[in-house]
């Protein structure tokens, strides 16, 4: 079993970068694959993005990509998420997850542990 638990959220302007981290302050990241989510204010949770076991293979949300880059460090037991070019619409509570096994998922049914969750929030 794995305890996550997310960083790095904070306020910022349209256009600038903040990365988050999703660190495991128990047990090891190693066996799975990871993914972020993000919920704003009256909106359900939606994917952002997710990467493997390995690493070798990442997926994006449209409304994400070429802005965002996943990454993980299993030697550091964290996974990133490197948000750049940010926009208001991304302001949201960002959150990080964890499915035993590998694969890229992208529905939030499919994860089993889940961290508590980092308040992004970006003015115009």
């Known amino acids: 079993q794995v305890q996550l638990v997310e960083s790095g959220g904070g306020l910022v302007q349209a256009g600038g970068s903040l990365r988050l981290a999703c660190a495991a302050s128990?047990?090891?990241?190693?066996?799975?694959?990871m993914g972020w989510f993000r919920q704003a204010p009256g909106k359900e949770r939606e994917f952002v993005s997710s990467?493997?076991?390995?690493?070798?293979?990442?997926r994006y949300a449209d409304s994400v990509k070429g802005r965002f880059t996943i990454s993980r460090d299993d030697n550091l037991n964290t996974v990133y998420l490197q948000m750049d070019s940010l926009k208001p619409e991304d302001t949201a509570v960002y959150y990080c997850?964890?499915?035993?096994?590998?694969?890229?998922?992208?529905?939030?049914?499919?994860?089993?542990?889940w961290g508590q969750g980092t308040q992004v929030t970006v003015s115009s």
């Open positions: 997850a964890g499915h035993e096994g590998t694969g890229l998922f992208t529905w939030d049914s499919q994860y089993d542990y």
């Open positions: 128990r047990g090891t990241l190693f066996w799975y694959a």
């Open positions: 990467i493997t076991r390995s690493g070798a293979s990442t």
